[in-house]
T-cell receptor, first 114, second 112 residues
Framework: DQQVKQNSPSLSVQEGRISILNCDYT??????FLWYKKYPAEGPTFLIS?????DKNEDGRFTVFLNKSAKHLSLHIVPSQPGDSAVYFC?????????????FGQGTILTVHP | DAGITQSPRHKVTETGTPVTLRCHQT?????MYWYRQDPGHGLRLIHY???????DKGEVSDGYSVSRSKTEDFLLTLESATSSQTSVYFC???????????FGPGTRLTVT
């Protein structure tokens, strides 16, 4: 039972355009969401996060939107750059006594073409 | 970035042999985690630790055990490796006041 799903295995965009990566979740106990970026042969690195009390969080070119009623979040990258090409994982935490455990989606491979 | 290292970075072993992977962090983080990454599955939690000698099972713990005798070290042991445990293993750590986990560079394990 996949509680966090990224239904698009891959996404290809042109440099300078917007990249939109999507993530859906089923567990209503999740109250904190994170996006990680992963390059080949490296560990994931934290990108941006959002608490369930917010619906938007921005950090430079990266914005995460949360729609709690739809149990959906998205990551917008504007403008996209070739260096953004990587695998992106969304992750969710239930907070409380969950010990900060994260449940990850399957990942989306983003390719930004020059 | 948090200082997290993993050793070895690559290992090839035979079915039935024991294997221990090591994770070392220099941030004095209370929480540590072991994940495996497989195609189509993202990262799945194997075991986690919420303090020295305090550990618990994650989503895919069968065939794995862990130990944490010091804050900075978290060991993952495959008692008798199987081909289904061929994977990339990531360790992560987290401070008590943050949700953000910092990941190590990973260990690629191949069980033949």
């Amino acid at each position: 039972d996949q509680q966090v799903k990224q239904n698009s295995p891959s996404l290809s965009v042109q440099e300078g355009r917007i990249s939109i990566l999507n993530c859906d979740y089923t567990n209503s106990m999740f109250d904190y969401f994170l996006w990680y970026k992963k390059y080949p042969a490296e560990g994931p690195t934290f990108l941006i996060s959002i608490s369930s009390i917010k619906d938007k969080n921005e950090d430079g070119r990266f914005t995460v939107f949360l729609n709690k009623s739809a149990k959906h979040l998205s990551l917008h990258i504007v403008p996209s750059q070739p260096g953004d090409s990587a695998v992106y994982f969304c992750a969710a935490s239930a907070g409380g006594t969950s010990y900060g455990k994260l449940t990850f989606g399957q990942g989306t491979i983003l390719t930004v073409h020059p | 970035d948090a200082g997290i290292t993993q050793s070895p970075r690559h290992k090839v072993t035979e079915t039935g042999t024991p294997v221990t992977l090591r994770c070392h962090q220099t941030e004095n983080h209370r929480y540590m985690y072991w994940y495996r990454q497989d195609p189509g599955h993202g990262l799945r939690l194997i075991h986690y630790s919420y303090g020295v000698k305090d550990t618990d099972k994650g989503e895919v713990s069968d065939g794995y055990s862990v130990s944490r005798s010091k804050t900075e070290d978290f060991l993952l042991t495959l008692e008798s490796a199987t081909s289904s445990q061929t994977s990339v293993y990531f360790c992560a750590s987290r401070a008590a006041d943050s949700y953000e986990q910092y990941f190590g560079p990973g260990t690629r394990l191949t069980v033949t």
